[in-house]
């Protein structure tokens, strides 16, 4: 069983940053692809970036391309999400998701384990 857990969301100016992070245990953190996912008030959770397990497939959201950058550091099974030139319209709960499969997917469905989220408020 897969446990993540989020950190380092917060309250940020618009155009300032934040770095989001997701730390995994319980499972080969190595063999899968990882995923953000941000959801509004009201609103259904929506994708924002995948990585594959190799590093070599990153995927974003056209609405963040540009300003995030997901990373991972397998020695500290981790995976970031480097948030820049932030606005209030990115004002949300992120969640990271891990996918056994190990290709990193637009699809909720595609992940098995998630972590409880984290707030991001970006102030105008």
């Known amino acids: 069983q897969v446990q993540l857990v989020e950190s380092g969301g917060g309250l940020v100016q618009g155009g300032g940053s934040l770095r989001l992070s997701c730390a995994a245990s319980?499972?080969?953190?190595?063999?899968?692809?990882m995923g953000w996912f941000r959801q509004f008030p009201g609103k259904e959770r929506e994708f924002v970036a995948a990585?594959?397990?190799?590093?070599?497939?990153?995927d974003y959201a056209d609405s963040v391309k540009g300003r995030f950058t997901i990373s991972r550091d397998i020695t500290k099974n981790t995976v970031y999400l480097q948030m820049n030139s932030l606005k209030p319209e990115d004002t949300a709960v992120y969640y990271c998701?891990?996918?056994?499969?190990?290709?990193?997917?637009?699809?909720?469905?595609?992940?098995?384990?998630w972590g409880q989220g984290t707030q991001v408020t970006v102030s105008s």
């Open positions: 998701a891990a996918d056994a499969r190990g290709v990193g997917d637009r699809e909720q469905s595609k992940y098995e384990y």
């Open positions: 319980g499972g080969t953190f190595g063999r899968y692809a």
């Open positions: 990585i594959s397990w190799t590093g070599s497939r990153i």
